[in-house]
């Protein structure tokens, strides 16, 4: 501690004493239980903000998230289907001749492949 005194030039001992006795901490456990116990039904109490309004949203986020990547799964897998469908359709079609492959491009629809074939088979 300093030597601070209320008064200087005069004894304040039973001043200091009595300031020390109200402003000490209490001696007993009891009181710093009670006071733990007080502080820990306080904070337990206490809404924490957007962050609890954040967890009512955990389950329709979540299912959200599973609808979404189901349908990018088949969205993805009906691309991947038709690139292959017309890669074939292409290994597939006749191949036009020198003056055909000048006067139109190659024909990538199905579509289209059927009409090429009804049209060069009259």
């Given at each position: 501690m300093s030597n601070l005194r209320l008064v200087h030039g005069h004894e304040d001992d039973g001043i200091t004493r009595g300031l020390r006795e109200m402003y000490a901490a209490p001696s007993g456990e009891a009181y710093w239980s009670e006071l733990e116990a007080r502080i820990m039904h306080r904070i337990s109490g206490v809404e924490l903000g957007w962050?609890?309004?954040l967890d009512h949203w955990t389950r329709p986020a979540l299912l959200a998230a599973a609808a979404l990547l189901l349908a990018c799964s088949a969205a993805l897998f009906r691309a991947h289907e038709a690139e292959q469908t017309t890669a074939y359709a292409a290994l597939l079609a006749p191949a036009p001749g020198p003056a055909e492959?000048?006067?139109r491009?190659?024909?990538q629809d199905t579509?289209?492949?059927?009409?090429r074939y009804v049209l060069s088979h009259d």
């Open positions: 962050w609890t309004e492959a000048v006067a491009p190659m024909l579509r289209d492949g059927t009409v």
